[in-house]
């Protein structure tokens, strides 16, 4: 058996530099203690490739074609260990040499010029499929001897190369499948009487649409994401999770109950209000990949219930001054739409909003009530030739079913890079706030951002009137971590991105420093007020701990040095990660955009 791993191994060890005592009995060791769940992690689009880090290799035409029908097909990166939703978790950003990609404009995508070399990029050098507590402990002690840099890949929907690392080790946690439904969950080491109600309890795995099914079996409705593949348990709720029932229920952190972690000292934690409560407020909005690896969380859930839904949208024709005249009218109805309950996703050319609160969603008037609140988004969307559908929906699933999942399928693939920022109420309550957000969307247009890419989730917690706000009385701490922002804003505006996937490096500056620049103006038009989504926001964010989390960073950071103090998980601009661990190589991928970004700013001053 030995024998066999060895050779199984023999030809990767050449993805890992050794250092630290590291060398190939080592890393066979690794794969014994793990069962054999240790694995090369290879870039997704290799089979297509002949040269692989320079070294010639045989193409495998069944796996290729596969690859180039599929590659922007969500469900295939997420159920694959190195597949990567965001290209900028699989590509070297500092360095377009170094990176495995296809051309992404075309499906099936075109196979690579002859000569061309498959690099690794950032995407790690070998992963274990976790199956066990002991699969974790293991890896935590390899790289605590070895000091090989440790990172947690779920579905691979990250914004934020958070989940990939060039040279690292992944634990990959997609098979943590398991679903369970309680009817009156109490969480562990409470009282009886701490009864939270309705609950699932999803291993970190679950995707949110096995989520949204596994609700609706159980007559319930989960509050979760936008898109099918985003991880439940996972990066979404860690960071936060913003969903669309928001407005009315609360971010995905305000709603989860507990959580069962493994900390980097080794430890099986149950984390909740009554034990180990630091963390507990940790990890409800501090952020994934750096306080531990979770296996499972428990969300509450509501009853099943209808829901409105407004589609509509302006022609593909649209003109800027038109998108900029329809965001505008967004903006002045957006503090009613929330207060009523709305929320969604605003767009330059559309918007898709849902609300769930009874007055609204009323499957006895027609939609009568769901139309008049959204008369005014409707008149101007038929006047120049749009669309609108509103309607009521028996449930969640069924809008979910109809209006997103179709058009959530095939949008990976792509590095899209987000920077977002959340903008107080207070700039919708009058017209010198209004003012202050069309200025700031002239001033991005002038940076070169299209408005009619314009995107901005408008699904902060707790807007609604009636709102069902979840405060100690009913078994759950409203303390949460996340920005203190999240609470007195009403949009989650967009300036993003899409880099070419050939694009050069020249290329990549510019628009990231545009988008860098587009972020300062934002935070300029906010001030204190504003904050950041850590989930979706600029990589490449200045101050990126007052801006993603506030007042709250400094007890974070103490939570993180408790439990680890050795700093075995760090990734890039998470709690724990210093300046000076840009220039190192560990994080030269994004380092070096980031010191030339600050370059370019620097000099514009």
Not at 386 to 411: C, H, M, Q, R
Not at 489 to 506: G, K, P, R, V
Request: proline share 5%; with cysteine.
């Amino acid at each position: 058996m030995r024998g066999l791993l060895l050779i199984s191994l023999w030809p990767l060890l050449g993805l890992v530099s050794f250092g630290h005592g590291q060398n190939e009995e080592a890393w066979t060791m690794l794969n014994v203690s793990v069962d054999g769940r240790l694995h090369a992690a290879r870039p997704f689009a290799l089979p297509c490739y002949s040269l692989y880090n320079g070294n010639a290799i045989a193409v495998d035409e069944a796996a290729c074609s596969l690859i180039r029908d599929n590659y922007t097909t969500n469900s295939i990166r997420a159920d694959a260990p190195n597949g990567y939703l965001n290209l900028q978790g699989e590509i070297c950003l500092g360095d377009p040499l170094d990176q495995c990609t296809l051309d992404n404009t075309i499906i099936p995508a075109p196979e690579p010029a002859m000569g061309t070399s498959c690099n690794q990029g950032s995407v790690p050098s070998y992963y274990i499929e976790v199956e066990t507590i002991s699969d974790i402990n293991t890896a935590l002690n390899f790289t605590r001897e070895y000091r090989v840099p440790l990172v947690i890949k779920n579905s691979g929907h990250d914004y934020m190369t958070r989940n990939s690392q060039k040279g690292s080790l992944a634990l990959w946690m997609h098979k943590l499948q398991d679903l369970a439904f309680r009817e009156n969950f109490v969480p562990e080491g409470c009282p009886d009487d701490f009864n939270v109600g309705r609950a699932i309890t999803a291993g970190t795995g679950v995707s949110t649409n096995d989520m949204y099914e596994f609700a609706h079996k159980h007559e319930s409705t989960f509050v979760g994401g936008y898109s099918p593949t985003v991880a439940a348990s996972g990066g979404w709720v860690l960071g936060g999770g913003h969903s669309v029932l928001s407005p009315v229920y609360g971010l995905g952190a305000d709603r989860v109950v507990e959580f069962k972690i493994v900390t980097p000292d080794g430890v099986l934690r149950v984390a909740n209000q009554c034990q180990h409560e630091d963390l507990f407020w940790a990890l409800r909005g501090g952020g994934g990949g750096t306080f531990g690896i979770v296996l499972e969380a428990t969300h509450r859930v509501e009853s099943s219930m209808p829901v409105a839904v407004a589609d509509i949208r302006l022609p593909t024709n649209t003109t800027e001054d038109t998108a900029l005249d329809w965001i505008e009218l967004m903006a002045r109805q957006s503090l009613a739409w929330g207060k009523q309950g709305w929320g969604g996703h605003a767009g330059g050319l559309y918007l898709t909003y849902m609300n769930p609160m009874p007055a609204i969603a009323n499957l006895t008037d027609g939609g009568i009530a769901a139309r008049s609140s959204m008369n005014a988004a409707t008149e101007f969307a038929l006047s120049i030739g749009g669309t609108s559908v509103i309607e009521v929906l028996p449930s969640f699933l069924d809008v979910w079913n109809k209006y997103v999942l179709p058009g959530a399928l095939t949008t990976a693939g792509v590095t899209r890079v987000l920077a977002t920022r959340l903008i107080p109420r207070r700039l919708f309550e009058d017209e010198s706030g209004i003012t202050k957000l069309m200025e700031f969307m002239v001033a991005a247009q002038k940076l070169g951002f299209d408005p009619r890419n314009f995107y901005c989730p408008a699904d902060t917690p707790f807007v609604a009137n009636g709102a069902t706000k979840l405060d100690v009385g009913n078994g759950t701490k409203p303390a949460t971590s996340v920005q203190p922002a999240w609470y007195n804003s009403l949009w989650d505006i967009s300036t993003s991105l899409t880099l070419a996937w050939n694009a050069s490096y020249a290329e990549r500056l510019q628009n990231m420093t545009a988008m860098t620049k587009s972020t300062i103006l934002a935070e300029e038009l906010t001030g204190t007020d504003g904050g950041t989504y850590p989930n979706e926001a600029n990589p490449f964010t200045p101050n990126w701990r007052e801006s993603w989390w506030g007042s709250n960073y400094e007890a974070l950071l103490e939570i993180k040095k408790k439990y680890d103090p050795e700093g075995l998980l760090k990734c890039w601009k998470c709690v724990g990660f210093e300046d000076e661990d840009i220039s190192t190589d560990m994080f030269s991928c994004q380092g070096k955009l980031q010191l030339d970004i600050n370059r370019r700013l620097a000099d514009s001053i």
